[in-house]
């Protein structure tokens, strides 16, 4: 009775498993069937069905012959077979010999076919996840450029190698699982005894484990050979790759080993005739006294002959690892310009560069993120999860602009409002987005909206025509439309719309067999009774964008700052997913990562309403891409063909450039003997975090950002992604390194450097400036004593002409709120240092010579007596109306003493303007 409830149980769970798996490709194929990609699902399943097929069975096959043969030859009698295993001390017998009389031939037999199959499947599962090797080594495709030691083509690296190291790997797991398998049964039969001295083997065991042995040997000297390839990743501390060891030493050694193991491999299989244990001990002995020599002799090399003198012996591979290295992180191509840095900036020149100031952002995205809860979130279940960073053509001007995506999270409703209805059928959808100018701001201090509410309102911004989010980037549950609930659409005063689904995402459950599947698929039986579902009704799932991508394609790696874009009056999701790769030769790894190749070959549209997915091919040189368009023809379109106003959007990723920044701190060397001594290593600036008007300094890397600006010499602005950069261990700045964004100069990469006999202010000086400025702090000291909290922004660096200007928001937030407020602003340029209350303002009063009177007018310091007096302020007639309307605005909302303040601040722009001042 016990054994049938143990044998149903078993039944039962594997019943359980085939079903779970089967319903979960069922629900793949009608998924990849309704976002138009089944092609992509059918040779994915295609790919893992052959290997698991191909590993099983052969793997199978070794397990069971190498089983059947021990049992073959266990079952003869050897002369000594007696004294193996003998009686125990209590007159019984030893298990082995019970065991193996207890057992019939054929139930032996099913038994190791058994065991076989068992551990064949293990294997076959385990090397399900090398399915993307063997994708790449079909597809693969020349690289066009040979590594500099062995002359093979790079792309035997990327292609070839991983899957050459895969097969060595599994081919030794066959072959220990084959010998342990054998070694069992020969020891259940008695075939060996370690109780007598000398260790008794049987004729079988000897003849069999030679054998094994042999095999071993032969795939230790190919996978020797594959070393030999191995030496190109090394790292000695000084080179990445193979170094001058590594080719005089390692590798003559590595061709010892292969004819060792090539011959021990051959000693071992004549044992099949000789049967003594000598000819394999000695192969064994040779080989590891070999391996101890090759663990001894190369750090000796290099302590005794090649540390004294490493610079010269070690320059062509240092030259190896520096041109591969670019090569790999596309640095080869980067723009080098020289930036003299002048300290003759006008109030003229910043009126000529209004594209570039005019963009300056004074919104970071923390402080941000609040004041768009507070304001735009409407109700409890919607959210914002990003803020991010974008460039439109608004009106006759482009402008760079902050955007969040309003989405909806069920999870957010009360606990006793989440039920199945309102979790899956009424709360379906998320509403438009917020956007905002990036250095605009109203008199209070909030950002000024050129979208907001629900439905969205277009205050200066574009139109939304269909501002519905089904697919997002949050953790969105399934959702059902098209049934007898309408969906939850938006509030409008005490009642709310309701709305019906009429896109195309979703699969179609009209059948009962349907309901069935995808009930049993979410574990949900709702889906099958509930009374709501039509005919016509259909399930969205996978609406997190990033998932819904990785299910189509998930050999891309994808960055993590997806964006949402209004284009064409509907909103999409815009990514950027890269080909990588952990092959490249004599390249180090990424930070943090193990990946040493990197290109941003992919920018991905996701239809928030809709969920449709298009992948648009950015860089067609990839190669890596390019085994992936062989394989999945008609997966990847030009990016010509993506439409012309999301092409205005695409904008370089963070990620990659990121680490683009992190490679080119010290591949930016290219001089052999520069490089080895780390003379021109940069770093990223330190920033500081501020919170009530404490500062603390952290060792956080300044984080790279976007701005439109226009570059020296250049007539446009443009869009760009920028990072400053440092010497190591010191703050001022060394150069900036940009990355066009905008479709005509997309991946460019630039970088300006500044003259090494100059002293340019860093970020983190810039800070340490405004901290010591005592007007600065004597205002953040009274905002923090009336119950408010400072939070200060981080430094931009904003690179005007010649000149370099620092720019860095200030917020007030009271004490237990929740609402950040942009108050100030601090500009910095030369020596000095301003404070206003407008971005305006504050580039006034830095390039004005005389100081503001009151500390909410303009705050002006300098240094000391080495800094240059500015020119005077242009433009002082607009600049005076300008406080004049703010001053208004303040006595409009009965803020009496921010309209004296105001008044305060005419008074000197009044008298400059008296005395006739030049305006601009």
Same mark, same amino acid.
């Not at 330190?686 to 500062?695: C, M, P, W």
């Not at 007596?865 to 005076?880: F, K, Q, V």
């Given at each position: 009775m016990r054994r049938t409830i143990v044998a149903a149980a078993i039944i039962a769970i594997a019943v359980v498993v085939i079903l779970g798996r089967l319903s979960g490709l069922l629900v793949d194929w009608l998924w990849f069937s309704a976002v138009g990609y089944f092609a992509v699902f059918?040779?994915?399943?295609?790919v893992k069905t052959a290997l698991f097929l191909v590993v099983f069975v052969a793997s199978g096959i070794c397990f069971w012959v190498s089983g059947a043969v021990a049992l073959r030859y266990a079952r003869r009698q050897s002369p000594w077979h007696a004294l193996a295993f003998p009686p125990d001390?209590?007159?019984g017998q030893a298990l082995p010999d019970v065991?193996?009389?207890a057992m019939s031939h054929a139930a032996w037999s099913y038994l190791i076919a058994a065991v076989a199959l068992v551990l064949a499947l293990l294997v076959a599962v385990s090397e399900l996840g090398n399915w993307r090797l063997v994708l790449r080594f079909i597809g693969r495709v020349p690289y066009g450029q040979n590594d500099p030691i062995f002359g093979r083509d790079i792309g035997f690296y990327l292609f070839v190698l991983p899957a050459y190291e895969a097969l060595a790997h599994w081919l030794f797991?066959?072959?220990?699982?084959?010998?342990?398998?054998a070694a069992a049964v020969y020891w259940v039969n008695g075939e060996f005894s370690f109780d007598s001295r000398p260790w008794q083997f049987s004729t079988a065991i000897l003849v069999h484990g030679s054998v094994l042995l042999g095999l071993f040997f032969a795939l230790k000297a190919w996978s020797y050979d594959l070393d030999r390839y191995q030496l190109l990743y090394g790292n000695n501390g000084v080179v990445v790759g193979a170094a001058y060891t590594d080719i005089h030493v390692n590798l003559p050694i590595l061709w010892l080993l292969i004819g060792l193991t090539s011959s021990a491999a051959l000693a071992c299989w004549s044992n099949v005739r000789w049967q003594t244990l000598w000819l394999p001990g000695a192969a064994i002995a040779a080989f590891f006294g070999v391996v101890a020599l090759t663990l001894v002799i190369p750090p000796l090399f290099e302590r005794l002959y090649v540390k004294p003198s490493e610079l010269a012996l070690e320059t062509p591979y240092l030259q190896h690892n520096i041109a591969l290295t670019q090569e790999a992180y596309n640095l080869r191509d980067v723009i080098v310009r020289p930036f003299p840095v002048e300290y003759n900036l006008t109030r003229h020149a910043l009126d000529a560069d209004r594209g570039t100031i005019d963009n300056v952002r004074l919104w970071d995205a923390r402080?941000?993120?609040?004041?768009? %809860?507070?304001l735009q979130e409407i109700r409890t279940y919607y959210r914002f999860y990003r803020v991010n960073v974008d460039r439109y053509e608004l009106g006759n001007s482009y402008q760079q602009v902050m955007l969040a995506a309003r989405e909806i999270d069920p999870s957010l409703l009360p606990p006793n409002a989440q039920t199945w209805v309102n979790l899956h059928l009424l709360f379906t959808h998320g509403n438009g987005v917020v956007m905002s100018p990036v250095t605009q701001k109203t008199a209070e201090g909030l950002p000024i909206l050129y979208e907001s509410d629900v439905p969205p309102v277009a205050s200066g911004g574009p139109a939304i025509d269909q501002p519905r989010l089904y697919f997002g980037v949050g953790s969105l549950p399934y959702v059902i439309a098209r049934t007898a609930m309408p969906e939850f659409d938006y509030p409008k005063g005490s009642n709310n719309v309701y709305t019906t689904y009429n896109g195309s995402a979703g699969v179609a459950l009209g059948s009962p067999l349907r309901r069935l599947l995808f009930a049993w698929h979410f574990g949900d039986p709702n889906i099958l009774i509930s009374s709501y579902l039509t005919p016509q009704s259909r399930v969205l799932f996978r609406r997190n964008i990033e998932a819904r991508i990785r299910a189509v394609a998930p050999f891309l790696s994808l960055d993590s700052h997806p964006y949402v874009v209004v284009s064409g009056g509907r909103l999409y999701w815009v990514d950027d997913a890269y080909t990588t790769s952990r092959w490249f030769p004599y390249s180090p790894p990424a930070p943090d990562t193990d990946v040493n190749y990197l290109r941003n070959s992919v920018k991905i549209i996701v239809d928030a309403y809709n969920g449709s997915i298009a992948f648009y091919d950015v860089d067609p040189s990839d190669p890596i891409l390019a085994s992936y368009r062989r394989i999945f023809p008609g997966l990847f379109k030009p990016l010509s063909a993506m439409a012309a106003g999301l092409r205005k959007h695409i904008r370089y990723p963070r990620d990659l450039f990121q680490i683009q920044a992190e490679m080119y701190r010290a591949y930016h060397m290219s001089a052999p003997e520069v490089f080895y001594n780390r003379e021109d290593l940069w770093q990223f600036p330190?920033?500081?975090?501020?919170?009530?008007?404490?500062?603390a300094a952290s060792n956080t890397a300044m984080a790279p950002y976007y701005m439109i600006m226009r570059l020296p010499d250049e007539a446009k602005p443009a869009f760009f992604l920028m990072e400053p950069m440092v010497p190591n261990r010191r703050e001022n700045m060394i150069a900036w390194l940009a990355a066009g964004c905008d479709a005509s100069d997309y991946g460019k990469l630039i970088v300006y450097e500044f003259p090494k006999e100059k002293q340019i202010y860093g970020p983190f000086q810039i800070e340490a400036r405004i901290n010591q400025n005592t007007e600065i702090s004597?205002?953040?000291?009274?905002? !923090?004593?009336?119950?408010?909290?400072?939070?200060?922004?981080?430094?931009?660096?904003?690179?005007?002409?010649?000149?370099?200007?620092?720019v860095s928001p200030l917020y007030l937030r009271a004490e237990t709120g929740q609402l950040p407020e942009l108050k100030r602003v601090i500009a910095a340029y030369g020596d000095r240092v301003a404070m206003a209350d407008t971005l305006r303002q504050a580039l006034a009063a830095l390039f004005r010579a005389a100081p503001a009177p009151a500390p909410v007018t303009p705050v002006v310091a300098t240094a000391g007596?080495?800094? %240059?007096?500015?020119?005077?302020?242009? !433009?002082?007639?607009?600049?005076?109306?300008?406080d004049y309307d703010r001053a208004i605005e303040r006595l409009k909302a009965g803020d009496w003493s921010g309209f004296g303040a105001k008044l305060d601040a005419l008074r000197p722009l009044l008298q400059s303007l008296s005395r006739g001042e030049p305006t601009h």
């Open positions: 059918r040779t994915i399943v295609e001390t209590q007159g065991v193996a009389r797991a066959i072959l220990v699982l084959s010998a342990l398998l402080p941000l993120m609040d004041t768009y %809860a507070q330190r920033q500081t975090s501020s919170v009530g008007g404490v500062e004597q205002q953040i000291s009274l905002w !923090n004593q009336m119950g408010s909290r400072v939070i200060r922004g981080n430094v931009l660096v904003i690179p005007v002409e010649h000149s370099i200007l620092y007596p080495s800094a %240059a007096p500015a020119p005077p302020s242009g !433009n002082l007639a607009a600049e005076a109306l300008d």
